[in-house]
């Protein structure tokens, strides 16, 4: 008879770690990396991310001996198992050769990383939004730019798009936001103090 094992709590944690090291490798060489390297990283990532959802769905898996004595591996019902990837608080990591990290540390999976170079850039490009505000194509593509990355066949600028939204949400989460979201645009609380109050926020962060 076949033995039922949850395959979400045998790969969750994998998967989660392991798409985080590949953002993270990627936006340390997003402006160094040739087009068909950052499309292939970006396809693959998307390929791991897919399959993360599919085991965050809760499938199991069955192991049966066939006939010839060999294990077999088949999807199996979907698990109540249930996760959790809050976020539980923000930090600055150094990196040898690429300078500091913006961290977003979450329950249950690696932390999400930002460059200093893309926590800048990004500042830049919202106070050129003014108080209008702008929506997050807008904001990916500016800093996208400000970094020297290219665009793919469709247009779209060849940048990971988590690494700017992690200091989008840094802003968001203070106890006196920076940004707010209004209709999926962000805009600056205070265009005048923005850019002094978001560096002061950087410096105020614990460091590893």
Known sequence: MAEEVPLREAM?????????????TLAENAATADTRELLGAGALIRDVEA???????????SFAAPAGGRAGVNAGVPSTAAGSDAIVGYGLEEHPRKG???CEYRDGAAPF????????????VLLRGGGR????????????????????????????DYAVR????????????LIL???ARFRVADPATFAADALAAWDALPRK
Not at 12 to 23: E, H, P, Y
Not at 113 to 124: F, G, H, L, N, Q
Request: no cysteine; hydrophobic share 40%; glycine share 10%.
């Open 12 to 24: 969750g944690s994998v998967l989660s770690r392991t798409i985080a090291q590949m953002r993270q």
């Open 100 to 102: 500091p990290f913006l």
């Open 113 to 124: 990383r930002s460059p200093r170079r893309v926590y800048d850039a990004t500042i830049r």
């Open 51 to 61: 399959l993360a959802g599919r085991v965050a769905s809760g499938w199991t898996v």
């Open 166 to 177: 992690v200091p989008l949400r840094f802003w968001m989460r203070l106890e006196r936001p």
């Open 181 to 183: 979201r209004e209709r």
């Open 133 to 160: 505000g702008v929506d997050f194509a807008k904001i990916h593509e500016g800093v996208a730019i400000k970094m020297g990355a290219g665009q793919s066949p469709d247009g779209r600028p060849i940048f990971p």
